[in-house]
């Protein structure tokens, strides 16, 4: 089976946070978000997918944004697959098998 990586779209891939009402497909893609996917799904042997919270009603217009402006077509989905290596979020804490850590963070 093959290793994917997910990558959040909103704020990490479109610069614009989620949610908010202001018309999202209109903001630019986050600084060297373009290259560096490019990049992964030219070079990696991970298939490279969207991971979002976006309802499946808007996944249409993710589509057109992410041609728009010039990224490679991506399966979009909101399930954690089990088989992410990798998951790319603006707003996700990275465990590093210490709770005390995590715990300074929020605390």
Known sequence: MK????????????DHP????????LD???K????VINNLVEKSSKEVYIFT???????EIIRQWLY????????ISNIKELEIDVLID??????????????????
């Open 3 to 14: 290793r994917k990586i997910a990558i959040d779209f909103d704020h990490t891939i479109c």
């Open 18 to 25: 989620y949610p908010t009402p202001k018309k999202w497909w």
């Open 28 to 30: 630019p893609p986050v």
């Open 32 to 35: 060297d978000s373009l290259e």
């Open 53 to 59: 919270a976006r309802p499946e009603s808007e996944w």
């Open 68 to 75: 728009t402006h010039g990224f490679p077509i991506l399966r």
């Open 90 to 107: 603006d707003r996700a804490i990275r465990f590093e098998n210490n709770w005390q850590s995590i715990v300074k963070l929020l605390l």
